[in-house]
């Protein structure tokens, strides 16, 4: 069985992974380990989004 991932969907998996465990490790309350892993993700994806379009424009 093989996994083919887009470098989006592989950064997305990676966000998500990254996110929990940045939530449990650094909150204490379930309520605020769930919405700073909800913040993790979104900064990562944001990020990631942020570097392809800076990437496309630095190709250009």
Same mark, same amino acid.
């Given at each position: 069985?093989? &996994?083919? &991932?887009s470098?989006?969907?592989?950064? @997305?998996?990676?966000?998500?992974?990254?996110s929990? @465990?940045?939530g449990?490790?650094?909150?204490?309350?379930? $309520?605020?380990?769930?919405?700073?892993? $909800?913040?993790?993700?979104? $900064?990562? @994806?944001?990020?990631? &989004? @942020?570097?392809?379009?800076?990437?496309? $424009?630095?190709?250009?």
């Amino acid at each position: 069985m093989t &996994l083919n &991932l887009s470098h989006f969907t592989a950064a @997305v998996v990676f966000a998500v992974f990254a996110s929990i @465990v940045f939530g449990i490790t650094q909150r204490n309350s379930p $309520l605020e380990q769930v919405k700073y892993g $909800l913040y993790c993700f979104a $900064l990562f @994806v944001g990020g990631v &989004l @942020v570097a392809g379009w800076a990437m496309a $424009l630095i190709r250009r």
